[in-house]
Structure formats: C-alpha cells, structure tokens
C-alpha cells in the first residue's frame, strides 16, 4: 500500500472507494471520500458506521453470494451523484501561481 499521504492525494481524486481494508477505507473517509466496505472485518464495519452517511459496509460472504450485488451499484451510483469537492490538478495549480505571479509583477512595473 502507499504511505498515507500519497494514497489521501490518490483517494482524494475518487467519486468513491471501494475496500477490503480498514486502513484504506479510513484514509479515503478521512479525506471526504464515500467509501464502501466490502470485507467479513467487524471493526471495518464499526468504523464505517460511525463514519456517518456516505459510507456503507456490505458483509463479502453475502455479497459473493450474490445477494448484494444490487447494493452495491446503488451504493456506487449514489455516491457518484453525490457532489465532491474538485481537487486541482498539478497543471491547473501551476498555471494559477504563474498567473499570479504575471499579476504582481506587472504591478511592480
């Protein structure tokens, strides 16, 4: 796995995550992220629980069963539709900055 600074900025690009692992599950939440958890793991479970809305866990025996598999897309679809945050990309950040600066030099003249 990334360390974690690398994987929030990874996570933070994600209409949503889906996870067998808590880590991961508990960096994208703690970056905005609706996470899914997909996994036999109680704690994950908690954690996405107490998360708040937007995050959901659904049980692997079940969902390998196939009993699940319709949840899961809506899960996904709603949290698609949900309105993120845009995070800027490098090149869109760079330009700003370079803008910005054109501006105040500019001024300085």
Do not use: W
């Not at 970056?31 to 958890?37: A, L, N, S």
């Amino acid at each position: 796995m990334l360390d974690p600074a690398t994987f929030k900025g990874v996570a933070s690009e994600l209409a949503v995550l889906v996870s067998a692992h808590r880590r991961a599950a508990l960096l994208a939440v703690a970056v905005g992220r609706p996470t899914i958890g997909l996994g036999e793991s109680p704690a994950l479970a908690r954690a996405l629980e107490r998360a708040g809305s937007g995050h959901a866990f659904l049980d692997a025996s079940l969902f390998l069963r196939g009993s699940l598999v319709a949840q899961l897309a809506d899960l996904i679809d709603s949290a698609i539709e949900t309105h993120r945050t845009p995070v800027l990309r490098v090149e869109e950040q760079r330009a700003s900055v370079r803008a910005g600066i054109r501006s105040l030099l500019e001024l300085v003249d």
